[in-house]
């Protein structure tokens, strides 16, 4: 069996594929965007979601479940293929099963048949969600596999996007641009594990799964259904253009948040084993360097976006979607929002066995969710559904914390959090200078967010002495990249 990786190269490999989660998105949504215009761009957002929603489904926790069942066993290869098998029997079922409620739905609901050939297509994401075994490398901290991956997919993707996307038109095109780039994910995950797991699918014991399986069911369908009924909603109370301007402005929001849980997402292994053996002391320090890494990254960026949030939509969609800029005002706390709850949830209370608890938060976010959604969607469209969203995410959060805090001995160090916003009260008037020397919102945002990212790290820096910043400096100064009399500062790498 291989040795534990460290904590700094799964990190890194996790932040490339982070990186790539961020970067190809990036792009390739300011271009589709662009390309299709708020209208198109927003019908293959929502035929996305639909889709999406049945993969959900037909997951039935087990990306959840996964990563920490197969963290308790990772050392025991014979545990693990047994694992995998029966939890890809259970979702292979599931993807059938979902896949046949997909298509009766398509085809017995009129309201589907005018893009038909859209849903169809959306169908292989549905059939080919059993294959998605992230949970497994995820849970045995192989994140050079995955981000190895995802870049080479994302790249590939990229290139077809720019070749064959070229006008409105391709419409199906880009579609099937987007479909492939999750399908050739899938696959690759079955390559990568074919001589690594003895699959047999005899005297396997699936009851054992369902219990929690079920609870992480009822726990994705809450988040699920607070996470896209604003997209649904709008769909069908509102129109096309006002999912593409929703959509655009909360993309933007959100495509930083798995930047903010990398951390988190490489400690979740160490987190269940320090669970799993109580050691609390070990829980504790895990959990602050997750939420240091969270503040230190979300409040800034949340900042950023709502200062920025006019010149972000026209530089990235165009002037077509300037009409989201308030929208995405609203929406801007949603990435600091969204990563604290990460750490409460996913990091605590699924790793130490209360998930049942977490279900109760998010099916609270669900109902406040649809309840604010269906009063303010019809008279707000794109800012009411915002406003919803907003307000879910923190509800959810705030239960999830009352839970964690309530059944798990940990202490977070929260004045890490108001350090972080103070530091970001200088971006106000770089904000307003920065607007009176530059008109062009390009050229705006080239100038102001290196400007704010080096008054707030200088900050963090000198004035809090953030540790995590002068572990990533003497990382840094060790790896050669930066030259050793630059610094006479002295830390120690962990």
Not at 169 to 182: G, K, N, Q, R, T
Not at 192 to 199: A, Y
Not at 278 to 302: E, M, W, Y
Request: with cysteine; proline share 3%.
């Amino acid at each position: 069996m291989k040795k534990t990786t460290s904590i700094k190269r799964n990190l890194f490999h996790n932040s490339l594929l982070l990186l790539s989660n961020l970067l190809f998105p990036f792009i390739s949504f300011s271009y589709a965007s662009r390309v299709l215009g708020p209208e198109a761009f927003g019908k293959i957002q929502f035929i996305l979601v639909f889709a999406q929603y049945f993969v959900l489904l037909a997951a039935i926790g087990i990306p959840i479940y996964g990563v920490r069942e197969i963290a308790k066993i990772r050392h025991d290869e014979t545990q693990i293929s047994k694992t995998v098998s029966e939890l890809l029997f259970l979702n292979g079922i599931s993807s059938f099963l979902l896949l046949l409620v997909y298509l009766g739905i398509l085809f017995l609901v009129p309201w589907f048949h005018d893009d038909l050939q859209l849903y169809l297509l959306g169908g292989l994401i549905v059939i080919s969600a059993f294959s998605n075994l992230d949970w497994y490398y995820n849970g045995m901290e192989q994140f050079r596999f995955l981000s190895m991956r995802s870049i080479s997919i994302k790249a590939l993707s990229l290139v077809a996007l720019f070749v064959f996307v070229k006008t409105k038109e391709d419409l199906l095109v880009y579609f099937a641009v987007v479909i492939f780039s999750i399908l050739a994910n899938h696959l690759w995950n079955l390559w990568g594990i074919r001589n690594i797991i003895s699959f047999h699918f005899k005297a396997l014991e699936l009851k054992r799964h369902i219990p929690a399986l079920l609870t992480l069911l009822g726990t994705s369908v809450s988040i699920s259904i607070y996470s896209v009924i604003d997209t649904l909603l709008l769909g069908f109370l509102s129109d096309d253009t006002a999912v593409g301007l929703y959509t655009a402005a909360v993309k933007i929001n959100k495509i930083t948040i798995p930047v903010l849980i990398a951390l988190g997402t490489v400690l979740i292994p160490r987190i269940t084993q320090s669970l799993e053996s109580r050691d609390k002391i070990q829980v504790n320090k895990l959990i602050n360097q997750s939420f240091a890494f969270t503040c230190l990254l979300g409040v800034p960026v949340s900042f950023g976006l709502f200062l920025f949030a006019k010149e972000f939509i026209i530089s990235i969609s165009g002037p077509e979607f300037a009409n989201a800029a308030l929208t995405m005002k609203i929406s801007a706390p949603l990435a600091l929002i969204i990563g604290i709850a990460h750490i409460f949830g996913f990091q605590l209370l699924i790793p130490a066995g209360f998930e049942r608890k977490y279900l109760w938060a998010t099916i609270v976010g669900m109902v406040v969710s649809i309840v604010l959604n269906l009063l303010l969607i019809g008279s707000f469209k794109d800012k009411g559904a915002a406003v919803a969203t907003v307000v879910s995410e923190i509800v959810v959060t705030g239960i999830a914390g009352y839970f964690a805090y309530k059944y798990i001995k940990f202490k977070l160090v929260w004045g890490m959090l108001s350090k972080a916003f103070l530091s970001c009260l200088l971006f106000i008037p770089i904000t307003y200078g920065v607007r009176t020397v530059a008109e062009n919102e390009i050229i705006c945002l080239l100038i102001a967010v290196p400007l704010s990212a080096l008054v707030y790290f200088s900050i963090q820096a000198w004035i809090f002495k953030n540790p995590l910043i002068e572990e990533a400096f003497v990382f840094a100064k060790t790896k050669g990249w930066i030259p050793a009399v630059l610094s006479k500062r002295k830390g120690r790498v962990q």
